[in-house]
């Protein structure tokens, strides 16, 4: 069932939406070289507590990190480690959910450690662009497959590839609600947005071949040709007039 959010539940889900792009600001600062996925989770989980939130991925089906830090050929749920330590050119995305008062905001950026290749920067922007490519699509009357579609052709176009096996989703007082929300599908299809929906909207980008693989960890998900990966995310609210994104902090590009 896809909801439609009240005016005091969209309020609540920016609050949660404003600490995360908080975290975001907070940690385009301070990664670095020498820094362990473990140290960006501890930061996650100090700004959101520091600013009434609940890191929601923590416990959720007993994921047991604050964040998902997944570095190069890692395209999601990578666990944080103190034995992971990124080296400069890695790219390494961090993807966060904040509850504030029982409403969630899920977003997630690809950093840079330090100064990185022209390769790994291109898988970067283009998964970055897709987003925004997408986000055009997003206003009362569209289809989500407008959305999937989208993402699919400006992604492959750049001569990447979508993964089939996690898509995007709505958000709310749950992490996951409908609709479900594919990097890939047909324009047209799937039900028609209105406002008051809450979507996240994630391109998971592979610089290889579409094919994934789980490490026995049971979450963290690497391209199976160990080549690059990237993802891009934000928390987006349907409006009457289009879209509004509640996860980016002001000023970000
Ligand atoms: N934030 C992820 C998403 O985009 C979910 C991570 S799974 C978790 O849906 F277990 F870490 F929460
Ligand atoms: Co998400």
Redo the contacts with the bound molecule.
Sequence with gaps: MVTIKSTREITLMKEAGRVVGLVFKTLEEKIRPGMTTLEIDEIVEKTMLDNDCIPAEKGYYDYPASACVSVNDTLIHGIPSSKIVLKEGDIVSVDIVANYKGYMA?ACRTFSVGTISSRAQRIVNVTKEAFFEALKLVKPGNHIGDISHCIQEYVEKHGYNVVREYT??GIGSQMHEDPVIANYGKAGSGIRLEPGMAL?I?PMVLEGRKDVRVLPDGWTVKSRDGKLTAHY?NTVMVTESGYEIITMYEGEE
Excluded: P, Q, V
Aim: hydrophobic share 0%; charged share 50%; with cysteine.
């Design positions: 899920d995007g989703h996240c994630e995310e």
